[in-house]
């Protein structure tokens, strides 16, 4: 059988975090390899990368899905796409808030509607719609790294919002 | 981030991309992951690819589709792929903002980061599994 099927976590500067969780990374990774190549034995390249990126998100370890980074005000919220090359085909959601499961959303998205994106509160319309699973919420990790970051912008020390830095300092409300 | 590029033995190519975002985002912030021809693109023929790194750069620069432009014109993979990171980097001036994984419609593999980390791997049938974590691994 002719196929491939790559995937990727994410791409940045290297921190020591990454190195203390390697083993767990690299398993991640094989896990989606491996169900991405029996989707491909059985289906089509566009259920191999929905396989795969299913369980990359459902692992919790990478930031997308159960292991997703939070936003300024502490919150997930999710973006995902798939486009399927045979007739350039697009199904995509953002700021998705309740499923963990966005790339199976973004392919009912693909499937279910006339729209290529749908997002917020529409997004979570169509997963409460078609029964997905409830995102369980933060992970220990993402909450910590959110804790220090937001400690970070407040000593001035992080540097990738610089716009953000007055707003991210004062959230709205009392 | 994270992303899955593939190939099947009809010669669909296909792509997937979902994300988290960029810690600390402000809410309703959209990066390149849900955009066509940003963080995501496949089409029969030319190329799958995925991205994963600085959504806003990623999507002002339209990697995906940059690369697919280059090969629809006749650019091998491994060198569109180099050609769109660099030409990124130099743009915007800064490194550790982008990671490409992509499979064209032979079935190669490539990739092309400006990044010191770069979570990828790939696998073909009957060949052992391949991940690596370091860039240049």
Not at chain 1, 62 to 85: R, T
Not at chain 2, 56 to 85: D, H, K, N, S, W
């Amino acid at each position: 059988m002719r196929g491939i099927i790559a995937v990727h976590g994410g791409a940045g500067r290297l921190r020591k975090s990454l190195l203390e969780s390697r083993r767990e990374l690299e398993e991640g990774l094989r896990d989606a390899l491996h169900a991405g190549m029996s989707a491909l034995a059985t289906g089509s390249s566009l259920d191999a990368v929905e396989a795969a990126v299913r369980v990359l998100e459902s692992s919790g370890i990478f930031n997308a899905g159960k292991g997703a980074a939070l936003n300024a005000y502490g919150q997930v919220e999710l973006d995902a796409g798939v486009m399927f090359g045979r007739d350039l085909s697009f199904g995509a959601v953002a700021a998705q808030r309740y499923t963990w499961n966005a790339v199976s959303l973004a392919r009912k998205v693909m499937e279910l509607t006339d729209h290529i994106l749908l997002v917020g509160p529409g997004a979570d319309e169509l997963a409460k719609r078609l029964g997905m699973e409830l995102h369980p919420g933060p992970t220990e990790r993402a909450r910590k790294l959110y804790e220090e970051l937001l400690e970070a912008v407040k000593k001035g020390e992080h540097d990738l919002w610089r716009k953000n830095r007055s707003l991210l300092l004062s959230p709205p409300g009392d | 981030t994270v992303g899955a590029v593939a190939l099947d033995s009809d010669g669909n190519l296909a792509a997937a991309t979902s994300t988290g975002g960029i810690s600390l985002k402000l809410p309703g912030r959209v990066g390149d992951t849900p955009l066509p021809g940003a963080g995501v693109y496949a089409e029969n023929g030319v190329v799958a690819i995925s991205a994963t790194g600085v959504g806003e750069l990623i999507a002002r620069y339209l990697a995906a589709f940059r690369v697919a432009e280059l090969m629809r014109r006749g650019t091998p993979l491994a060198e569109a792929l180099g050609q769109v990171v660099s030409n990124m980097t130099n743009f915007f001036g800064r490194r550790n903002t982008v990671g490409l994984i992509a499979v064209d419609a032979t079935g190669a593999y490539g990739e092309a980061t400006n990044c010191e980390v770069f979570l990828r791997g790939f696998a073909k049938p009957g060949e052992p599994v391949k991940v690596g974590v370091l860039a240049e691994e």
